[in-house]
């Protein structure tokens, strides 16, 4: 048993949906979690930077006392996740392989969509993945660049979301999927227009619950749950606290952040 | 006269729009531009970082022998002109003033809208230089965060971009606005549909063509101007060059990106 927390890290806000996940699994768990507000977004940048962003961020959790790391961003998991792992003395978690492996096993015809930043999509990560799993899965990706802006500014709900969800998913329609991965921390946000748009038979994959689920199994079969009462949820950001303590009740649905600090890595 | 190059300079794509606005004004002109598009955006950056990645801009564009420099960008523009100019041993012209005098001279019921980014306008920028010019213009401010993202992904003439911009601007009708100031240089990839949101009896001023003229008169009346026939056009971004290719004709117009290079500051 162990009552060191789980640390939790992101290139921003985005990371805070699975947070919430994670929340809602293990309610028993302490967590510090930080975004690199500054420096967001990563999936523009090139992978030499990313890795030392990252590896930034897991050197002030690990000062934290984690127990055990979750790389709660689409971006790191998919270009660093293995360097992380390396050189961390805790295990480290990415959000990627947890909803290929849900994906793999919800899709019952073997057509899986994939939506997601421009630099994931690109990256093909999600179809090399699944193509691990099963090769028989047929995968189609879209770039969704708005959904995140537009999570950002609270407005997953807003008809500009249908507008823009009705645009980017329209061609999943040709190939009837019946399985929607969720490739990027802020799409829960827009859940509802997504499903609306593609439809109530398409099952949608997040990030956020696979992870978890994956979190507590792993913390059950090595013993490392928190069996301690005290329990503490400390959350850092690398610039505009006043801006995230705005956004962060969306993110982290009725979860409200009660101390936000801004911290210099 | 001097057939040295104008330098113009961003933290990323957006001053494309001031550029095309220079390259109508003075088709006879060589350009030089550089866009940080590896450190976009600036808006969410504290001063001193932005004056620091500022001067490595200017350095840049010194390296290449200009004449003048335009900082067209309305962060570097509001935070740090003045140290900017101090520091250069060519002129400084930003983009803020020459669009306010352009408004205060427009406006005739002295009521004047001013969009912008959340940094702008949280900055009062635009109030604090409509005052110097005419105290009893009134001026309300509005962020439109989303339209950034939208100019970027080229769909400025989208049902998405027409959506954003209702929401956005119906609070001028209620002060009945004659002159709204494009407070982003993003902004005039979203001039249509502005302009069909907040009525035809609105004059758009936006900050390139008010900028191009007063650089041209500068030019003018320091006898600056390029008397040799040879014309070059220079583009360097610091990030994603293929990216920027994409979109630099929606932002340069007409003008075709004939060279386009990555560089390291």
Chains 1, 2 share one sequence.
């Not at 807003?158 to 645009?167: T, V």
């Not at 997504?194 to 038979?201: H, R, S, T």
């Amino acid at each position: 048993m162990n009552s060191q927390p789980i640390g939790i890290f992101d290139s921003g806000v985005g990371g805070l949906t699975v947070a919430k996940g994670i929340l809602e699994a293990l309610p028993k768990e302490s967590i510090v979690y930080i975004g690199d507000t500054a420096r967001v977004p990563y999936g523009t940048r090139g992978i030499e930077i990313i890795t030392q962003f990252a590896t930034e961020l897991v050197q002030f959790l690990l000062k934290h006392n984690v127990k055990i790391l979750v790389a709660a961003c689409n971006t790191i998991s998919a270009t660093c996740l293995d360097k992380l792992q390396e050189n961390s003395p805790v295990p480290v978690i990415g959000v990627i392989k947890p909803a290929v492996l849900e994906a793999s096993k919800t899709t019952r015809n073997k057509k899986v969509g994939v939506i997601g930043t421009r630099a994931i999509v690109n990256s093909k990560i999600y179809e090399k993945e699944i193509a691990k799993l099963d090769s028989e899965i047929e995968v189609l990706s879209q770039v969704c660049p708005l959904f995140v802006p537009i999570a950002e500014e609270g407005m997953g709900n807003n008809g500009i979301a249908k507008l823009a969800a009705s645009q980017y998913l329209d061609v999943f329609n040709e190939i009837n999927i019946d399985t929607l991965i969720l490739g990027c921390t802020h799409y829960p946000l827009l859940r509802e227009v997504i499903q609306e748009v593609v439809g109530i038979d398409v099952t949608l994959v997040d990030s956020a619950h696979p992870t978890a689920r994956d979190l507590k199994a792993f913390l059950e079969e090595n013993n490392l749950l928190n069996a301690v009462g005290d329990v503490t949820k400390q959350f850092f950001v690398t610039d505009a606290p006043e801006r995230v303590r705005e956004v962060a009740d969306v993110f982290l649905g009725c979860h409200v952040v009660p101390a936000l600090e801004k911290v210099t890595l």
